[in-house]
């Protein structure tokens, strides 16, 4: 019984998930699932979950030692495997609507601020022009996530050649967090060239997006 509920919050998870997220976060996420549901929590609870763990890894991050980055790391991806598991936990039990979507999207936005305004902490000195387009081009990952949601939840870029997936894998949420812990644990230089190459490859992303949207018309 236990394997069989599992594997339906694991069908009920998004098919077009970053490689990181199916293959570590959804596992353990249907797993929560199954728990919340037998001990009687809406998905709400879970969506709450996400909120708190989320902005106390930001939080506990820009302590900037490698005991802060690994508890920061563990908090983000227990918020994860909740944000995961609310989702599932709402198609599998015939309860998921428009307004705990909405609150799942705003709830995720506060979590991503969050990893914005630490990360911009811990680059220090990095120049003004610099940390405004990396924050700009990181809220890309979150808008390109929620259209991906509307209709059949396809992905922008629906490619499954390697460079596709290779950067859908590093954009992945449970990846990009993984990523910041280990540039916090190594210091401020490590976080500045994550800065630089976050940018890069969300405004990649957003053009290739564009293009390919734009293609049809």
Known sequence: ME??????F???ARPDAGLFTRRVNYPIAAHLGVLAHRLGLRPFALTLVNLVLGVAGSALVV?????????????????????????QLARVTGVASEAGGRLDVLVDVAVQI????SVVILAGGAPAWLVALFAASWMISMVTSVLARDGANLSLL???AWPVQAVKMVR?????????????????GPMTWL???????????????IARSARPA
Not at 63 to 87: E, K
Not at 177 to 187: E, F, K, M, R, S
Not at 195 to 209: E, K, P, R, W
């Open 3 to 8: 394997r069989t509920r599992s594997e339906d």
């Open 10 to 12: 694991r069908r009920a």
């Open 63 to 87: 302590a900037a030692t490698p005991a802060a980055a690994a508890m920061a790391w563990l908090s983000w991806q227990a918020a994860y495997l909740a944000d995961c598991a609310d989702g």
């Open 114 to 117: 969050g990893l914005v305004i």
């Open 158 to 160: 629906p490619s499954r």
């Open 172 to 188: 992945d949420h449970g990846f990009k967090v993984t990523v910041i812990a280990v540039a916090a644990a190594a210091g401020p």
């Open 195 to 209: 800065i630089v190459g976050y940018t890069v490859l969300n405004c990649g992303f957003l053009f290739a997006s």
